[in-house]
């Protein structure tokens, strides 16, 4: 009965606001529905919370604060490969979500898989064009990971071609006091 009840409640529709300045997309507001599966899991064994939030996953699809607590929860297990797989998943159902592309590059350089991570920067990057942040998160993983000048350079000029300059990010801005050798 219990679980019927916050089923019922999980089923009702999210509040839905319009996105200033464009009135064709919608914000929505599952902030009810994740007090209710949180009270949820109170009443659930923490070794059940993984597959709760996989089934509340699955009826909330859009519900990307859902889908960042089931990412923090597999990590929290230590379940890295479902990490990885729940990580992936997301980056295709909520492409516009800068965190969860995070957590996936990041899973991947735990997993040392240097190319995927580099191939997960390019796919963030063509949804994420303007996000300075991963553009500069893209350079410093180049370059930590010896990265030849020419293709930093080369990453550089990308960059600077879509329009986001990285100065501040990198502290590359001319802050310098003249007359001073450092």
């Given at each position: 009965m219990f679980t019927d009840l916050v089923h019922r409640c999980l089923v009702t529709v999210p509040t839905r606001?319009?996105?200033?300045?464009?009135?064709?997309?919608?914000?929505?507001?599952?902030?009810?529905?994740?007090?209710?599966?949180?009270?949820?899991?109170?009443c659930l064994p923490k070794s059940q919370h993984s597959k709760a939030l996989e089934r509340f996953r699955s009826v909330m699809p859009a519900n990307t604060d859902l889908a960042l607590r089931l990412l923090?929860?597999?990590?929290?297990?230590?379940?890295?490969?479902?990490?990885?797989?729940?990580?992936?998943?997301?980056?295709?159902?909520a492409p516009m979500c800068l965190t969860i592309w995070k957590i996936a590059i990041a899973v991947e350089k735990e997993l040392k898989g240097l190319a995927?991570?580099?191939?997960?920067?390019?796919?963030?990057?063509?949804?994420?064009?303007?996000?300075?942040?991963?553009?500069?998160?893209?350079?410093?993983?180049?370059?930590?990971?010896?990265?030849?000048?020419?293709?930093?350079?080369k990453l550089v000029a990308k960059c600077q071609e879509v329009g986001v300059s990285l100065d501040e990010l990198l502290n590359l801005s001319s802050n310098r006091p003249e007359g001073k050798d450092h």
């Open positions: 606001f319009i996105i200033p300045l464009s009135s064709a997309d919608y914000w929505t507001n599952f902030e009810f529905h994740n007090k209710v599966v949180s009270f949820y899991l109170s923090w929860q597999e990590w929290h297990d230590g379940n890295i490969q479902h990490l990885k797989h729940q990580a992936r998943t997301l980056t295709s159902s995927e991570a580099r191939h997960l920067y390019r796919q963030a990057l063509q949804k994420l064009p303007l996000c300075a942040t991963l553009w500069k998160d893209q350079l410093l993983f180049e370059a930590s990971e010896g990265g030849k000048t020419d293709n930093l350079r």
